[in-house]
C-alpha cells in the first residue's frame, strides 16, 4: 500500500491546502493529513480545533476521496512516517521563498532516514498568495476571509480571531 503523510500546522487549514489535499490523495492509496502540534510556534489554535477544521472542510468537499485520514503528530515527523509505514512525506511549495526551508527539512528528514522521500507539489496558481499567516492577520484585523479558507470553518476563525 503506497501511504502519503502531508504535514503541516495547518493553523488554519486554507484552500490552497485543501488543494494540495485534494491533488495529493489521487497519488496515494491513503493520504495522512498530519497536524504537527508546534507548540513552539505558538499557534492560534489548538490541535483539536485544527483537526475539527479540516474535518469540516473536507467533509464539505464532494470530489474528495476515501482514502484521506487525519492525525496529529508531536516531536519529529519522521518518526509518525515510519510509524504509519508511509514512504512518502508530500509538501506544497508556493513560491521560491518557501524553497529553503522546505529543502533544509527534506534534506535533514533524508538524513533521518534515506528510505523516505519528500515530494513536492506546486500550489495551484490561484493560491499561491495565500497562507495560514495572511488569514489570521486579516481575521485579526476584522477583515473578510471568504474564498481564503473553506466556508464552514470561517464563522469559527473569526469568532476566535476577531477583535
Ligand atoms: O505548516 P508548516 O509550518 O510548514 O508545518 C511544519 C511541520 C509541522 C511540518 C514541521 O515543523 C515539522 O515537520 N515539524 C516536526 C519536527 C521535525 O521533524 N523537523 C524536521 C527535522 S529538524
Given at each position: 500500500m503506497n501511504i502519503g503523510v502531508y504535514p503541516g500546522s495547518f493553523d488554519p487549514v486554507t484552500n490552497g491546502h485543501i488543494d494540495i489535499i485534494c491533488r495529493a490523495s489521487k497519488l496515494c492509496d491513503k493520504l495522512i493529513v498530519a497536524v504537527?502540534?508546534?507548540e513552539a510556534k505558538k499557534p492560534?489554535?489548538?490541535v483539536q480545533e485544527r483537526i475539527e477544521f479540516l474535518r469540516c472542510a473536507l467533509s464539505e468537499r464532494q470530489d474528495m476521496g476515501n482514502n484521506i485520514e487525519i492525525e496529529n503528530f508531536s516531536n519529529l515527523l519522521i518518526d509518525f512516517v515510519k510509524k504509519k509505514k508511509a514512504?512518502?512525506?508530500i509538501k506544497g511549495l508556493r513560491a521560491v521563498s518557501d524553497f529553503e526551508y522546505e529543502f533544509q527539512m527534506a534534506l535533514l528528514n533524508k538524513q533521518l532516514?534515506?528510505?523516505i522521500e519528500t515530494l513536492f507539489m506546486m500550489t495551484n496558481v490561484i493560491y499561491a498568495y495565500l497562507s495560514s499567516s495572511a488569514v489570521k492577520?486579516?481575521?485579526r484585523n476584522g477583515?473578510?476571509?471568504d474564498g481564503l479558507v473553506?466556508?464552514?470553518i470561517k464563522d469559527p476563525i473569526?469568532?476566535?480571531l476577531k477583535p
Open positions: 504537527g502540534s508546534n492560534a489554535f489548538t514512504k512518502i512525506i532516514d534515506s528510505g492577520e486579516i481575521a477583515g473578510k476571509i473553506p466556508d464552514c473569526m469568532k476566535k
